[in-house]
Nanobody
Framework: QVQLVESGGGLVQPGGSLRLSCAAS????????MGWYRQAPGKQRELVAR???????DYADSVKGRFTISRDNAKNTVYLQMNNLKPEDTAVYYC??????????????WGQGTQVTVSS
């Protein structure tokens, strides 16, 4: 299996920006889907954005026009650029990747989460 490490979370004022990164390491052959999810206290985990191997993207309606997901396949890394942040964006953000290992096993791998807090 592989490990995913997230970075870039923190405290930001409303209207500010953050850029999250998630890098995968291990015996990786290829990564198909990369995505970001978030979970606020008392709420279910929800999809924020995902990007497929062909470059197609999906966004939650609540973040369209504000967030941008991208990937760097050479670095096994997915990014989430978050602009015009709102208090409602406060949550723990989780990275998810669908990964095929060198021995051709398929894994749905998750990071441990990074806290994003939007408050004045």
């Amino acid at each position: 299996q592989v490990q995913l490490v997230e970075s870039g979370g923190g405290l930001v004022q409303p209207g500010g920006s953050l850029r999250l990164s998630c890098a995968a390491s291990g015996s990786i052959s290829r990564i198909s889907t990369m995505g970001w999810y978030r979970q606020a206290p008392g709420k279910q985990r929800e999809l924020v954005a995902r990007i497929f191997s062909g470059g197609s993207t999906d966004y939650a309606d609540s973040v369209k026009g504000r967030f941008t997901i991208s990937r760097d396949n050479a670095k096994n890394t997915v990014y989430l650029q978050m602009n015009n942040l709102k208090p409602e964006d406060t949550a723990v953000y989780y990275c998810d990747m669908v990964i095929t290992t060198m021995n051709m096993n398929l894994f749905d791998s998750w990071g441990q989460g990074t806290q994003v807090t939007v408050s004045s």
